[in-house]
């Protein structure tokens, strides 16, 4: 396999790009959004200057790996001569059904199509194309660049094959895939959300402080950063989006979002992202300050 497209050249999708440029495949990188795309690959060769720095890769190994990448804002050129594709734009179920219409139509017969949805099924996607046996999840996290893991998720019409192909490739990116199969939530963040929530239903429920909780689960289950924390970089908006994809998915009221998460991401308080949520953000200190809502 050599010829790679990527969709979406936002945060996952530049850094899915980045990884598989810089082991050798030729990335066609498509999106919408031709300020994405110059977006993308500004952050790619930044990534990669950190990486030169830190003389874990070289000048040479950096210029290889951009001149790997190719830029599309034109679908069907972007994916014509693709053996897979990685799809990562907008989470929005609409939108990816529609994506991976105009995919089945534009990419080669032979070409796998893979999503890297956190949270919408393998099996759906699969069903609105011709080629539902060569439809697959693959779950990068976040910073891809860093992060070791890819959870390959098996629709219910994924063949053996293309699993295997999707395993090895995953292992040739220097990645360990993990299989498992399609259900809402997957593994991750079927576990992940729980907890997140759980740490926001203890928040609520004033057992303990924004601080205490991360500083619990950081020291006493030695966890890089606090449940609360994490949520934060997540996305609180994105949390509660998968926590109702559990809700529905498995009907059960274990998974319904903490009233506080659901009044944070109504007042647009969403994390790092929107510069707060639990904790206050863009003071350009490492250190944690507790948001005022949170402070005592
Ligand atoms: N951010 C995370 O931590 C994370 C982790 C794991 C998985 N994911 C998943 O990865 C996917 C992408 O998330 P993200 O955080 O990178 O989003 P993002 O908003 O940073 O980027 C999405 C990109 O998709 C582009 N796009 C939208 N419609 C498109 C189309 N029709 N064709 C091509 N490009 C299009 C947008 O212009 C944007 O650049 C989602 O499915 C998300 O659930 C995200």
């Known amino acids: 396999m050599q010829n790679i497209s990527v969709i979406g050249a936002g945060t996952m999708g530049n850094g899915i790009a980045h990884v598989f440029a810089q082991s050798g495949y030729k990335v066609s990188l498509v999106d919408i959004s031709e300020a994405a795309l110059e977006k993308g690959l500004a952050t790619i060769a930044k990534n990669l200057d950190r990486m030169v720095n830190k003389e874990k890769i070289t000048a040479a190994d950096k210029d290889k790996t951009l001149a790997n990448i190719t830029t599309y804002t034109d679908m069907a050129a972007g994916v014509g001569n693709a053996e897979l594709v990685v799809e990562a734009a907008t989470e929005n179920v609409d939108l990816k059904l529609k994506i991976f219409k105009q995919l089945d139509e534009a990419a080669p017969e032979g070409c796998i199509l893979s999503t890297n949805t956190s949270s919408i099924s393998i099996t759906k996607i699969a ?7 060569k439809v697959i999840g693959m779950h990068f996290m976040n910073p891809v660049p860093v992060m070791k893991l890819v959870e390959i998720i098996r629709g219910y019409s994924t063949t053996d094959e293309v ?5 090895e490739t995953s292992k040739s990116l220097n990645k360990v895939p993990v299989e498992v199969n399609d259900y809402p939530g997957f593994v991750a963040n079927k576990i992940l959300m729980p907890m997140i929530n759980e740490a926001i239903i203890t928040l609520h429920e004033g057992t303990a402080g924004v601080e205490e909780i991360d500083t619990v689960m950081k020291l006493g289950m030695a966890h890089p950063m606090g449940p609360l924390q ?10 509660l989006a998968i926590l109702r994809v559990l809700q529905d998915g498995y009907g059960d009221p274990k998974y319904a979002p903490c009233p506080l998460l659901v009044n944070m991401v109504t007042a647009g308080k969403l994390g790092v992202k929107s ?3 639990f904790y206050s953000w863009g003071h350009g200190t490492k250190d944690l300050i507790v948001a005022d809502n949170f402070k005592k």
């Open 230 to 239: 994490l949520a934060d970089f997540i996305g609180l908006d994105v949390c």
């Open 275 to 277: 510069g707060e949520g």
């Open 127 to 133: 069903a609105v194309t011709n080629r539902p046996e």
């Open 163 to 167: 699993l295997n192909v999707i395993m």
